[in-house]
């Protein structure tokens, strides 16, 4: 027997839902849903993609995939209606403008329904059926879309780290040096200390190509203080005590083409 076409199977069975929203009273990065929130049919959802690029994915609990399943299933079962019927809504409803997508397999998204300050637009068959799906995908926004999103700051600090790698690479040990806070050169048989976690989202460059470091160094500043300001107050990690670093008993070493510090520093902390 035949089997039919697999891609065309996948289509009957996989959508996507997306929720974008535009808060009234609070700024996109703060805004649930602002840049988008799409969850999937096996549970996986989307945040994003943000105004850099940025998107964040996770994954919904089974049983509140079992729930927004049953409130898509009277909108899978039905077509989609070609004329909007409207609904009114009381103010206190509507603290956001809010649009849920549709889309089925690799088909390009429907609009399902859109709720505005005064009015509730809908395509099902009943409005009962889009208000339950409008009121479990934004209950689904409001616990997994994280704010503040895209986060400059987390965001800023991880570019960073990929920063830091690039001047990090090498061919001879004799490349690679120990680095104090402020990207000074630590000279191993005069200093002993070396912090290699300072509790801040930042962390820190401890070893380094000074090759490298000398030509990018103007561009690191730069970019560790702009991650400072976008971070403020929030630079510390919430779950970081104490700093933590190692006591320096040699030189530091080009390990698989990477600057490390010597095997035979011990962890001091």
């Given at each position: 027997?035949?089997?039919?076409?697999?891609?065309?199977e996948?289509?009957?069975?996989?959508?996507s839902?997306?929720?974008?929203?535009?808060?009234q009273?609070?700024?996109?990065?703060?805004?649930?849903?602002?840049?988008?929130?799409?969850?999937?049919?096996?549970?996986?959802?989307?945040?994003?993609?943000?105004?850099?690029?940025?998107?964040?994915?996770?994954?919904?609990?089974?049983?509140?995939?079992?729930?927004?399943t049953?409130?898509?299933?009277p909108?899978?079962?039905?077509?989609?209606?070609?004329?909007?019927?409207?609904?009114?809504v009381?103010?206190?409803?509507?603290e956001?403008?809010?649009?849920i997508?549709?889309?089925r397999?690799?088909?390009?998204?429907?609009?399902?329904?859109h709720?505005a300050?005064?009015?509730?637009?809908?395509?099902?068959?009943?409005v009962?059926?889009?208000?339950?799906?409008?009121?479990?995908?934004k209950?689904?926004?409001t616990?997994?879309?994280t704010?503040?999103?895209?986060?400059?700051?987390v965001d800023?600090?991880?570019?960073?780290?990929?920063?830091?790698?690039?001047?990090?690479?090498?061919?001879?040990?004799?490349?690679?040096?120990?680095?104090?806070?402020?990207?000074?050169?630590?000279?191993?048989?005069?200093?002993?200390?070396?912090?290699?976690?300072?509790c801040?989202?930042?962390?820190?460059?401890?070893?380094a190509?000074?090759?490298?470091l000398?030509?990018?160094?103007?561009?690191?500043?730069?970019?560790?203080?702009?991650?400072?300001t976008?971070?403020?107050?929030?630079?510390?990690?919430?779950?970081?005590?104490?700093l933590t670093?190692?006591?320096?008993?040699?030189?530091?070493?080009?390990?698989?083409?990477?600057?490390q510090?010597?095997p035979?520093?011990?962890?001091?902390?």
């Amino acid at each position: 027997t035949q089997r039919a076409n697999p891609i065309e199977e996948s289509h009957s069975s996989e959508w996507s839902l997306r929720l974008q929203s535009k808060c009234q009273a609070l700024t996109d990065d703060q805004c649930p849903a602002a840049y988008g929130y799409t969850v999937f049919s096996d549970g996986k959802f989307q945040m994003g993609p943000g105004s850099q690029g940025a998107v964040k994915t996770g994954s919904i609990a089974p049983e509140e995939l079992t729930q927004l399943t049953a409130a898509i299933n009277p909108v899978l079962s039905a077509t989609l209606l070609d004329t909007e019927s409207h609904s009114p809504v009381a103010l206190e409803e509507s603290e956001s403008e809010d649009t849920i997508t549709l889309a089925r397999g690799t088909a390009e998204g429907q609009p399902v329904a859109h709720l505005a300050t005064n009015d509730f637009s809908y395509r099902t068959q009943s409005v009962d059926v889009a208000k339950n799906l409008l009121s479990t995908l934004k209950s689904l926004a409001t616990k997994y879309y994280t704010v503040p999103f895209p986060d400059t700051c987390v965001d800023g600090a991880a570019s960073l780290q990929t920063l830091f790698a690039t001047v990090q690479t090498c061919t001879t040990d004799s490349e690679c040096v120990y680095l104090d806070s402020s990207m000074n050169v630590l000279d191993p048989s005069t200093r002993s200390y070396l912090v290699t976690d300072d509790c801040t989202r930042i962390k820190p460059l401890a070893v380094a190509s000074q090759t490298l470091l000398t030509h990018n160094l103007q561009k690191l500043m730069e970019s560790i203080g702009q991650v400072q300001t976008a971070c403020g107050s929030n630079l510390m990690r919430p779950d970081c005590a104490n700093l933590t670093g190692v006591t320096l008993t040699g030189p530091a070493v080009c390990k698989q083409g990477v600057c490390q510090g010597n095997p035979s520093n011990s962890p001091l902390h």
